[in-house]
């Protein structure tokens, strides 16, 4: 099958071109690479099964001749940076909302019927149902990234409804491993990096979040579209436990052997404007097709961080 992979250069977006390429599919890459990375894909590079293509989804004809002659989107670029949204507030309506309309559009000119899309567990905003499943409302994003992916998700299903297509959407918890552009444990190890002495977190340090570690997540995301029958399908996508900011930093200060380096808060409920303090995803839907994930949150996390510390050393 060929696969059009937008955000094919990113971090979950290259571990899911890896397994696709394992598979014998044939695969090209679109991706403006703002936070991805061309490492990340090039030693695919010389096979005539792969195609890196530079280019921004905002642009609309390229995006569409790019495009041709796919049978399936992966559509997963989105702007990473959620606090960002809050001081550039046309960001994720750009970067998320107009270019999965110019994503879903040229899927329709070209004939594409079927996309799995990255959304993500932050359009439930603070939800009073814990665990939330997908079925949850009314949904009241507190973030513009949140809001910019729950238009996506609106855009699809009704492109899907009118032209009849077929999606699969996923509502992500955090996704950790190595090639991570961004995450708590990215920002632990950098700011170790500069002083590791102390290590500041941001807010109280009690945020909880179910996490994913990304070879799960992978699975996850191909297990669902051969299982998921239905025309618009929606997974929570996670892990049962959630694991809180401050038992990460310990994670992080006792993989790098800093038992000396001190925990400072900032304090607050959260870490920034539009963070959800906690969140806890029923995902009760996709295991019972069968799937379910190799590791717990607290393992993902630790599993996580060794993985990325190895190739943070080896990149050094």
């Known amino acids: 099958m060929k696969y059009f992979v937008t955000g ?3 971090f979950i977006g290259s571990h899911l071109v890896d397994r696709l ?30 195609r890196f293509i530079k ?12 495009m ?45 019927e079927k996309i799995l899309f990255s959304s993500s567990n932050v359009i439930y905003g603070e939800a009073q149902q814990m665990p939330t499943p997908e079925d949850y409302g009314p949904l ?4 513009f990234y949140a809001a910019a992916k729950l238009a996506s998700e609106g855009l699809i299903t009704a492109f899907c409804h009118n032209f009849n297509m077929r999606c699969w959407i996923y509502r992500f918890g955090n ?46 995301l191909l297990f669902g579209v051969r299982h998921g029958q239905d025309s618009v399908n ?28 001190r925990l400072r808060y900032t304090g607050g409920r959260r870490g920034w404007p539009g963070d959800i303090h906690t969140v806890r995803l029923d995902c009760d839907k996709l295991r019972s097709l069968g799937w379910k994930p190799k590791y717990t949150s607290d393992e993902a996390v630790r599993v996580a ?3 990325m510390l190895k190739e943070w050393c080896w990149r050094s």
């Open 140 to 143: 009241l994003p507190i973030s």
């Open 305 to 307: 961080f060794q993985a």
């Open 68 to 112: 041709s002659g796919s049978q399936f989107v992966f559509h997963l670029a989105a702007n990473s940076d959620i606090p960002k949204g809050a001081s550039e507030t046309r960001l994720d309506l750009e970067q998320g909302t107009c270019v999965t309309y110019n994503v879903m559009e040229a899927m329709r000119q070209n004939r594409v």
């Open 8 to 10: 094919g250069a990113g």
């Open 21 to 50: 390429m394992a598979q014998g599919h044939s695969i090209v890459v679109y991706d403006n690479l703002s936070t991805g990375k061309e490492d990340f894909t090039r030693h695919h590079y010389g096979s005539p099964s792969f």
């Open 234 to 261: 929606v997974f929570n996508l996670g892990t049962g436990e959630a694991t809180s900011v401050s038992t990460i930093g310990r994670m992080v200060l006792e993989e790098m052997g800093l038992v000396k380096t």
């Open 55 to 66: 280019g921004d989804c905002l642009e609309f004809a390229p995006l569409q001749e790019a």
């Open 175 to 220: 996704i950790v491993g190595p090639r991570a552009t961004h995450g708590v444990m990215y920002d632990f190890y950098n700011k170790l990096q500069k002083n590791s002495e102390e290590l500041e977190v941001l807010g109280d340090g009690n945020q909880s979040k179910p996490y994913l570690e990304i070879s799960d997540c992978i699975e996850a």
